[in-house]
């Protein structure tokens, strides 16, 4: 038994050195200058260049127009990933009330039809998207990042099957208090959904700082890019014998590592027992 234990840890072990080393391999490389990396590529050891590397990353303004830096970047990926988690939270939410408590006719159609729409990933419907939103004039605008991708198909599902497994006692101790619909649902309902909201939060999070294409093409102002769109820009810069700052795409990849592992860090405890817990 305690030889399984062992053999069963060192291989959590193993795992966990093997997807931590990229990301030590980033730091250190990222701590060396440009020329030194472009001579020898990665690097296991630190260097003598932490502080001015992220000081340059975060604060220096570059771009094209030479008015971004890489704390705009950042707030531009925060306010992204925050807004395509609450906003498809919310319509999750909604919409999966009202297909299991309203009970109308063609519910159980209306569900399917949403959940199919995960066979339509971003990439088919980018082009009417874009579209709709240059017709609207939200090009570099937060509303044309966030509202066009805010429907969630996943969100709907798993709070519908969550909403089903709250007992029925509830919605009729609920009715004899006199709380209605939108009463049950504030003071009912999201409470309960407290564990599941955070597991969607960090999904849906996760998610929308990770886009790249959609900021892509939304935006051409470069006080709308983001994190992900930065570190492809300083890779593009190859112009005659300069070649690209790769100290500071490291660390701006490092940078855009953080808030994902510490959003799943604090919620982790949340995130599992939302997912795994049947019994409400």
Do not use: C
């Not at 053999?7 to 080393?21: C, E, K, P, T, Y």
């Not at 874009?130 to 599902?157: K, Q, W």
């Not at 409470?191 to 998610?207: H, Q």
Request: glycine letters at 8%; zero cysteines.
């Amino acid at each position: 038994m305690h030889k399984t234990k062992l053999s069963d840890h060192l291989v959590l072990i193993a795992g966990a050195l093997f997807l931590i080393l990229p990301v030590v391999v980033a730091f250190t490389t990222s701590t060396h200058e440009a020329a030194e990396i472009h001579r020898s590529g990665l690097m296991l050891s630190p260097g003598g260049h932490f502080v001015d590397t992220y000081e340059k990353v975060l604060t220096k303004q570059g771009g094209f127009t030479g008015q971004v830096t890489g704390a705009r970047m950042l707030m531009n990926s925060l306010i992204l990933g925050i807004g395509f988690a609450i906003g498809k939270i919310v319509l999750s939410m909604l919409a999966a009330y009202a297909i299991v408590y309203f009970r109308f006719r063609f519910a159980t159609l209306a569900f399917w039809v949403i959940f199919t729409t995960l066979l339509l990933p971003l990439e088919v419907r980018i082009m009417p998207s874009f579209e709709v939103m240059t017709r609207l004039g939200l090009l570099n605008t937060y509303s044309g990042l966030i509202v066009p991708l805010l429907a969630s198909a996943t969100g709907t599902f798993y709070f519908r099957q969550f909403f089903k497994s709250v007992p029925d006692e509830l919605l009729e101790a609920a009715r004899i208090d006199g709380a209605g619909p939108f009463k049950f649902f504030i003071d009912v309902l999201v409470p309960l959904s407290k564990t599941m909201i955070a597991a969607i939060f960090i999904i849906m999070f996760v998610y929308g700082w990770n886009q790249y294409l959609w900021p892509m093409l939304m935006t051409s102002d470069e006080h709308f890019f983001t994190l992900m769109r930065g570190i492809k820009q300083i890779l593009q810069v190859w112009i005659g014998s300069q070649i690209p700052e790769y100290n500071e795409a490291f660390a701006l990849a490092v940078l855009a590592m953080l808030p994902p592992v510490l959003i799943v860090v604090v919620f982790q405890s949340w995130f599992i027992k939302g997912l795994t817990e049947s019994d409400k």
